[in-house]
């Protein structure tokens, strides 16, 4: 995720003589990376990237203790400025709020009640804060919220608390079917697998660590407010938020897992700017549930594990003082160091290896030797050879008869499976998908080919392309049944797509194959056929039926392929097959015949070389309506035959046909 981050707001947490500029240097080299520096009035904005494992530099507390460990490797003065806000008294114990979690879906609750609230506009410090990163200036209730979550790095949320009535805030799990209005006024339907925070009575009016709903936030009449922080369940915040669509700052922070010690100088912090800003009276008990105090994993480890993993000889001494500067606790055991990460890094660090990484970026990646490993050479199996040596040699081929490969997603959508009467109980749905565009796994590549054709209509007047990876069979418990198969889709005819596959057997030197009428429904009734390579169905190809055609807005034929690549694979061989060429005279007959649903140029072909011992090959000419030309060579192995033989032997087959 990237953050904006002042640097003026920085400077009241790092004591530096670095500038801006410095900073994004140093700090990409050996921290988070600085995308962009921009100079703002009287301030610098610093973009940074953050990796979804460092959530502790998700704050300006966070980026300024890193920068104080980073800066002096680089000779820069680097101090973090420790900072300790000032815990909230309540002086007058007002039972006004009651807050449960019964089934301790929150790591912890912090929460309590301000009276004699003042709302108004945050001062310009704040809102200059607020907008160079990116958030909009509200009110200072609001405003006070943002700033804690940008300053601290951890969400809060504030309540009316006389609009939620009850002076209860009950955590729990929403029932199956259950709605609530989020603060943006849209409606959501949540599964038994949501947590929700309630009024004690039932109704939601909190989608904890995501967002506030419409029912209790605070409003420019609101006089008493509950200041609420809960640091939560991210497994479960990372569910909610991808099922539902909502995505918010503060559950991509909560949704990788905070610490609660980080949520507990949030409360602080937000109680003393509430004071200060809206004149706010803490006026009930401070509620802290806290459960379950985890604790830094002790990792135990030496300097010659550390060293022989970044491939270099630092000293111990300077192992420890790298590890001090980033706040790890190190105590030595005989030859042993035995490292406890700080509270912030708890859910991070947890191995040997982790502190070999902390050690190497702050040393410098830059600083270490360029040795390159010993090669390995890795031998892949047969099976695996051959299947990409294949896929390699139809690539080739087909890219040299003017088709272009696509590369599709593995997914496509619900609109999809629908326009060809697909039934979307039979493919798997992704749980967490991005995008409606991309919510089932395939069966086929024949939605994606199509949708290629759609986007290109008009672009050329010819298009051709083609696609070789996967489709996905749901089985029952267990993991989808993966093939491979080979697409292809055009805009001209169903016999330039015949003739695009004959031509792809006879480079693989498959000859014992043929073309039967099928009958799929997607295909028009009379013009598509079954691939059959030694008796067994490899494939089937027709054109697109004109109402499928409609309902998805092709103006153009669109003639469609889909063949099993393994049959293709087992069928084929690296060198043809020796034919012996007669040196005997061909004698060439042309015949005009009726073709019907029973009698096409597949079955002319078959019952003809069956009949005559004399007929080498039979080849389709021309077509007109429902009649083809065909073309008949006849030949001999051992004499010249006579055109009186030939006409012979093409009259037994007129009579067969």
């Not at 009930?284 to 480890?301: A, C, G, V």
């Amino acid at each position: 995720m990237n953050i904006s981050v002042s640097y003026n707001w920085l400077l009241e947490y790092l004591d530096t003589n670095a500038s801006p500029y410095d900073l994004a240097k140093y700090l990409s080299l050996s921290g988070p990376s600085v995308e962009k520096v921009t100079k703002k009035n009287n301030d610098y904005v610093l973009e940074i990237e953050i990796t979804s494992n460092r959530i502790d530099m998700v704050s300006i507390i966070g980026i300024a203790r890193e920068a104080a460990a980073i800066l002096p490797r680089y000779g820069f003065k680097a101090i973090f400025k420790k900072f300790s806000f000032p815990k909230p008294i309540a002086n007058n114990k007002k039972n006004l709020l009651n807050v449960t979690d019964k089934e301790k879906l929150c790591n912890r609750l912090l929460a309590v009640v301000m009276e004699n609230i003042k709302i108004g506009d945050s001062p310009t410090h704040i809102k200059e804060r607020l907008e160079a990163a990116g958030i909009r200036s509200l009110n200072s209730l609001i405003d006070i919220t943002n700033y804690v979550m940008l300053e601290v790095g951890h969400p809060a949320h504030v309540f009316d608390y006389d609009r939620v009535k009850s002076g209860s805030l009950n955590v729990r799990l929403a029932k199956n079917g259950e709605k609530l209005i989020t603060l943006d006024n849209k409606e959501y339907k949540l599964t038994d697998k949501d947590i929700v925070i309630d009024d004690g009575l039932g109704r939601v009016i909190d989608l904890p660590g995501i967002m506030g709903t419409a029912n209790s936030v605070v409003t420019n009449e609101t006089k008493r407010i509950i200041f609420f922080i809960e640091s939560n369940d991210p497994v479960a915040i990372r569910r909610t938020s991808m099922n539902l669509g909502i995505r918010t700052m503060a559950a991509t922070i909560n949704e990788k897992h905070p610490d609660p010690e980080t949520a507990s100088q949030a409360f602080d912090r937000g109680i003393e700017l509430f004071e200060k800003l809206c004149s706010g009276k803490i006026t009930s008990e401070i509620i802290d549930i806290y459960p379950k105090h985890d604790k830094s994993t002790l990792i135990s480890t030496n300097a010659d594990f550390i060293n022989a993993h970044i491939g270099i000889s630092l000293k111990e001494d300077e192992i420890i003082n790298i590890l001090r500067s980033l706040k790890f606790e190190i105590t030595k055991e005989a030859k042993k160091l035995l490292i406890t990460p700080p509270y912030f890094r708890q859910y991070d660090v947890a191995i040997e290896e982790d502190i070999v990484e902390e050690v190497a970026r702050i040393y410098g990646y830059q600083n270490l030797p360029n040795n390159l490993p010993p090669p390995v050479y890795y031998s892949a199996p047969g099976d695996l050879e051959k299947l990409f040596l294949m896929i390699s040699k139809i690539k080739r081929f087909l890219k040299h008869l003017g088709l272009h490969e696509t590369l599709n997603y593995s997914m496509i959508s619900i609109e999809q499976i629908k326009n060809l009467d697909g039934k979307p109980e039979e493919f798997l749905k992704l749980n967490n998908s991005i995008s409606e565009e991309i919510e089932y796994l395939r069966r086929s590549l024949t939605p994606s080919l199509i949708k290629n054709l759609k986007d290109n209509q008009g672009k050329e007047n010819v298009l051709k392309f083609f696609e070789l990876a996967k489709v996905y069979h749901k089985q029952e418990k267990n993991l989808p049944n993966e093939i491979y198969k080979l697409g292809i889709g055009i805009n001209t005819d169903f016999f330039d797509l015949k003739g695009i596959i004959e031509a792809l057997l006879s480079e693989l030197n498959i000859k014992n194959y043929e073309i039967v009428v099928s009958k799929e429904k997607i295909f028009s009734s009379n013009i598509q056929a079954f691939l059959k390579i030694n008796g067994k169905q490899a494939g089937i190809f027709g054109l697109l039926k004109q109402e499928y055609a409609s309902k998805i807005g092709l103006k153009e034929n669109t003639v469609l392929a889909e063949l099993d690549l393994q049959a293709l694979i087992d069928s084929s061989r690296n060198i043809p097959e020796y034919k012996h060429i007669s040196s005997f005279a061909v004698v060439k007959l042309d015949l005009n015949v009726e073709i019907s649903a029973s009698l096409n140029y597949e079955t002319i072909k078959k019952t003809a070389l069956k009949t005559s011992e004399l007929l080498e090959n039979v080849e389709l000419i021309d077509q007109f309506k429902n009649r083809i030309t065909l073309r008949f060579y006849f030949t001999s192995s051992d004499r010249n035959i006579t055109e009186e033989e030939a006409i012979r032997e093409l009259d037994k087959i007129k009579k067969l046909i």
